[in-house]
């Protein structure tokens, strides 16, 4: 900018944009005496693993009733502020149920995707409401910008810090999810096998999954198998997505270098048999969103864990073919 001399006109300048600043000042946002925070199971994670994560409400004596519904969003950045991955969901118990000095905390899975990044990551929380159309909430805490808190950070690993997971037969291609192109999932057939590389020590098994549960005649039941004697047999209530999680001990695994873990069905069915898609001839049975195999003192402490048990005999049986079949391909998750 070329002024008129070193000072005269830059005063003008100033007084008179001086002049128009309180009209033009917006007043800043009521801060609510509300603190976010989080802790997770671990700070170096690999891209495609598991990770608990404890979220925190601290709502302090001052704080004012919230007179609507919030949902948190939870923002994982990558060092270029770009966001990687989120955790966006409905606080346990919803927000506009809190109470002035009380506080809040639940335990949520977050399975970290598989993107091309790795290296330092921030986390930031906040609370939008749950209606399209509205402010975030003011906040205490290290605002970051636009009401957004930063609560921690962390580091993702690449991939190959995981446990190997070989896929094997009874699994169709992976697909995109119809609301949300960047989640992918894959259909197995009635019984889909994987193997892993044997860690030699006890392993937390994650498992989510859905399938169309009016598409079976009768109750779906799934059994998971791992090695040769122990899994979890679990009953499907309903179309609603599920977590599992499982332990599996050492002695378990065996001492072979690959261990089998295997989803299997009680049934199938073929979409296009059903009405439920025209074209579609494959036969279907579980639908799997992430399929995940940690060491469990990596993993840390996991709440919901079951622990494997002996297994029917009824349950392990495979063919021949398919059983202790040597890995053909690793496919990515």
């Known amino acids: 900018m070329k002024h008129s001399g070193p000072w005269g006109t ?115 929380m906040g609370l939008q409401p749950v209606a399209a159309r509205g402010e975030r909430m003011a906040l205490k805490g290290d605002d970051a910008g636009l009401r957004e808190y930063r609560v921690a950070k962390m580091e993702s690993l690449p991939q190959t810090e995981n446990i190997f997971l070989v896929f094997k037969e009874g699994w169709h291609n992976p697909e995109a999810a119809a609301h949300n192109p960047s989640v992918e999932r894959t259909w197995t057939k009635k019984t889909a096998l994987v193997s892993f590389k044997n860690p030699k020590k006890d392993v937390v098994v994650y498992l989510e999954a859905d399938t169309n549960y009016s598409a079976f005649e009768q109750a779906p039941v799934l059994t998971v198998s791992v090695g040769s004697k122990v899994g979890l047999v679990i009953p499907i209530e309903n179309s609603e997505i599920f977590l599992k999680k499982i332990r599996v001990k050492a002695a378990d695994l065996g001492s072979d270098e690959w261990v089998d873990l ?16 025209a074209t579609d001839e494959r036969e279907l049975a579980l639908m799997v969103y992430h399929l995940y195999v940690g060491e469990a003192d990596v993993v840390g402490t996991v709440p919901g864990v079951a622990e494997a048990a002996p297994l029917p005999a009824e349950t392990l049986t495979v063919p021949a073919t398919v059983k202790g079949a040597v890995p053909k391909a690793a496919v990515k998750k």
């Open 10 to 124: 830059g005063i003008v300048l100033a007084i008179a944009g001086a002049s128009f600043l309180p009209a033009c000042r917006r007043k800043p946002a009521e801060v609510n005496a509300i603190t976010p925070s989080l802790v997770a199971s671990r700070i170096r994670a690999p891209l495609g693993s598991a990770i608990e994560v404890t979220y925190t409400w601290t709502v302090e004596p001052t704080a004012k009733k919230i007179g609507q519904d919030y949902r948190a969003f939870v923002h994982f950045l990558d060092s270029h502020e770009v966001i990687l991955f989120t955790d966006d969901h409905l606080p346990t118990p919803p927000p506009s149920s809190w109470e002035a000095g009380k506080t809040y905390t639940y335990t949520r899975t977050v399975f970290v995707p598989i993107v091309a990044y790795v290296g330092q990551v921030e986390v930031r």
């Open 262 to 277: 295997r989803l299997s069905m009680n049934q199938s069915f073929v979409p296009k048999q059903k009405g439920v898609n």
